[in-house]
């Protein structure tokens, strides 16, 4: 069975370059985030946890597409100082915490948000139950994030050998996701698999890889890493001009009957 072992990210420089390194750009971020309004509506949100926000990269989207407030929890306190760095938003806090003690009270929340975040987690069993206990009667989970079920579709298997064992590690199965939040009373709302484009050329992948901002990239040796980065540049010179690098993400809604 999978068991993540949490990164420190406030001892590693994963923060200074988290956000060129995972780059999206806002209209794709509001995109997601409206396919999951779509499946619950809008009327009933008026608090969202965005739970494991990093740098808030989601944050704003959030408010923006359901118009609600938005606590941002993150137990890095350097991704924190970020979050509030880069945000001013009235809608917006930003709580150091981890997701196994969520800072609100029982039944207070209408949904929590998690996008690429399951994979740090240590106990996500415990994270499902803090879920279920922050929300309220109807509330919903709405999960961004990799399985692994779909390891075989990230773009770097080849290039970095002992990636697949580190990805197999530490992502969690489809099934098992959904067994985890059907055993504490949620149904399964929706869930789609698509291609996400995540850079818009082997060059740009090749540069965002070299940051080291990817949190499985980030646990490799400096040698394999290093190699890695320079065969990803290799490929970058010969593949098609523009052809897009894509992974395969989960997108899961959970509703709390």
């Known amino acids: 069975m999978p068991q993540a072992t949490p990164m420190d990210y406030d001892q590693t420089t994963v ?9 999206i750009s806002d209209d794709k971020k509001h995109e997601f985030i409206a396919r999951f309004a779509q499946t ?24 923006d597409i359901f118009d609600a407030n938005v606590l941002g929890v993150e137990p890095s306190a350097k991704m924190i100082e970020r979050a509030r760095a880069k945000h001013n938003d009235v809608r917006l806090r930003f709580h150091d915490a981890p997701g196994e003690a969520l ?49 075989h579709s990230y773009p770097y298997l080849d290039v970095f050998p002992s990636i697949g064992a580190i990805i197999e590690r530490q992502l969690i199965s489809r099934d ?6 059907e055993e504490l009373g949620f149904k399964v709302l929706a869930g789609e698999t698509i291609w996400h484009e995540i850079a818009p050329s082997w060059e740009a992948f090749a540069e965002k890889i070299a940051l080291r901002a990817d949190s ?14 320079a065969a990803l540049r290799a490929h970058a010179l010969t593949a098609p001009a523009g052809e897009p690098v894509r992974l395969k993400v989960d997108l899961i809604v959970y509703e709390l009957e």
């Open 40 to 63: 619950i509506g809008t009327a009933d949100v008026n608090k969202i946890i965005d739970l494991g926000c990093g740098t808030g990269r989601f944050s704003g989207a959030l408010a």
């Open 15 to 23: 923060p200074e370059s988290y956000d060129a390194g995972r780059e």
């Open 103 to 151: 800072p609100v009270e029982d039944s207070s929340v209408d949904m929590i948000f998690m996008s690429m975040v399951l994979h740090h987690l240590a106990a996500p069993q415990k994270v499902a139950l803090e879920c279920w206990r922050a929300l309220r009667s109807g509330g919903h989970v709405c999960i961004r994030n990799t399985v692994a079920d779909e390891t």
């Open 176 to 181: 098992r996701l959904n067994g985890m939040f």
């Open 216 to 229: 499985f990239v980030a646990q490799l040796p400096d040698r394999e890493f290093e190699a890695g980065v």
